[in-house]
């Protein structure tokens, strides 16, 4: 009898960990399967011309530049990469982007690394449904300054073939708008 115990004992905490097991995988397929979100970021791959518009002051001009990007999905859909090419006061710039949803967090996120800096911005959001954006808030490191500074970046897909992003500093709680770019589909 005591062995027939026993072995109900051991057959009751094996189904019970192989239940945790199951839930505990369940969760990290959740986790790591693209969704919705990942598809809408997939609609923007391909070749993107764009023009940049950059105010180093706010009461001063913009200074505007051409370029072009690339954007595809990495990492088996769950990421897209941006990769930017241009030509910026008389210099060549290469960035890259890598923007993604987190499903755990349920929450947007973006990164940016260049060539005029040595950093890395990292923002995260959400989908703004009122404004049609993806609304970002991070850091940056501002090297004028010698340290991390507020940053905003918006991205609203108009149609298939053009979407803007918008950058802002946020200064004594204000957005400082400082970059915009128009992208067009090639």
Not at 11 to 39: C, I, R
Not at 58 to 76: K, Y
Not at 91 to 116: E, P, R
Not at 161 to 166: D, I
Request: aromatic share 12%; hydrophobic share 35%; glycine share 8%.
């Amino acid at each position: 009898m005591k062995k027939i115990l026993i072995l109900l004992v051991m057959l009751v905490v094996y189904s019970l960990n192989s239940f945790a097991q199951n839930d505990e995988m369940k969760k990290w397929m959740d986790y790591m399967t693209p969704g919705k979100e990942h598809a809408q970021l997939a609609k923007d791959n391909g070749e993107w011309t764009y023009i940049s518009k950059m105010w180093m002051d706010p009461n001063a001009p913009p200074q505007t530049f051409e370029g072009t990007a690339t954007c595809e999905m990495i990492f088996g859909g769950r990421y897209q990469q941006m990769k930017t090419f241009g030509n910026f006061m008389g210099m060549d710039f290469t960035g890259m982007a890598i923007t993604g949803f987190d499903n755990g967090k349920k929450i947007w996120f973006s990164t940016w690394i260049d060539n005029m800096g040595t950093g890395i911005m990292y923002t995260e959001g959400k989908y703004d449904e009122a404004s049609k954006k993806l609304v970002f808030t991070g850091k940056m490191y501002d090297p004028t300054l010698g340290k991390d500074t507020d940053v905003k970046q918006t991205l609203r897909v108009i149609d298939d073939k053009n979407m803007e992003m918008e950058m802002f500093t946020i200064v004594d709680g204000k957005d400082v708008k400082n970059m915009e770019l128009k992208y067009t589909r090639k």
